[in-house]
């Protein structure tokens, strides 16, 4: 099991594009023909447009080695409820299970920071991630946000999927 980041997913989109240049560039300059060859053309990245601030030094988030605590998580309309209230420090594994009707998501949030998450876990599905994780509290919630056919919003958190949690 790996953990990844935001910054590790644009990090390796960014790692393919430049491959996928440097790649183009190098077959260009390796031909055989006479004739001018047409410039490699780059490959459009969407993600990489919309988050400009882009640190195309980051590094990817290290495994965080094997699990020294595990911590299974229901979700369901509208409850974030986890087997156990506390773990011990280290690396945890948390076992979101989505027991509900509607797809849900486990964000771990710690002082309102996004820390990991599972999304868009469909409903009668589990998905396990590993996080390291130092004392103190910490909170579990789902925090989908979905527009219904009458415009309404219907927020997972508002709704009660959040909860506490601590770590020791």
């Given at each position: 099991?790996f953990?990844?980041?935001?910054?590790?997913?644009?990090?390796?989109?960014?790692?393919?594009?430049?491959?996928?240049?440097?790649g183009?560039?190098?077959?260009?300059?390796?031909g055989?023909s006479?004739?001018?060859e047409?410039?490699?053309?780059?490959?459009?990245?969407?993600?990489a447009?919309a988050?400009?601030?882009?640190?195309p030094n980051?590094?990817?988030?290290?495994?965080?080695?094997?699990?020294a605590?595990?911590?299974?998580?229901?979700?369901t309309?509208?409850?974030?409820?986890?087997?156990?209230?506390?773990?011990?420090?280290?690396?945890?594994?948390?076992?979101?299970?989505?027991?509900?009707?509607?797809?849900?998501?486990?964000?771990?949030l710690?002082?309102?920071?996004?820390l990991a998450?599972v999304?868009g876990?469909?409903?009668?599905?589990?998905?396990?991630?590993r996080?390291?994780?130092?004392?103190?509290?910490?909170?579990?919630?789902?925090l989908?946000?979905?527009?219904?056919?009458?415009?309404?919003?219907?927020?997972?958190?508002?709704?009660?999927m959040?909860?506490?949690?601590?770590v020791?």
């Amino acid at each position: 099991m790996f953990i990844y980041s935001p910054s590790f997913l644009r990090a390796v989109r960014l790692g393919t594009l430049a491959a996928a240049v440097l790649g183009g560039s190098i077959l260009v300059a390796c031909g055989d023909s006479d004739e001018p060859e047409p410039e490699a053309a780059a490959v459009a990245d969407p993600e990489a447009e919309a988050h400009p601030t882009v640190d195309p030094n980051a590094t990817p988030t290290p495994d965080p080695g094997p699990a020294a605590s595990s911590l299974k998580v229901d979700l369901t309309e509208w409850s974030v409820a986890p087997s156990k209230n506390s773990v011990p420090a280290g690396v945890i594994q948390f076992i979101a299970d989505n027991t509900g009707g509607d797809t849900h998501e486990l964000v771990i949030l710690r002082n309102g920071e996004e820390l990991a998450e599972v999304e868009g876990l469909r409903s009668g599905h589990v998905q396990a991630m590993r996080i390291r994780l130092d004392p103190g509290e910490y909170e579990l919630a789902c925090l989908i946000v979905e527009t219904e056919p009458d415009g309404t919003k219907e927020d997972h958190y508002q709704l009660g999927m959040h909860t506490k949690f601590e770590v020791e």
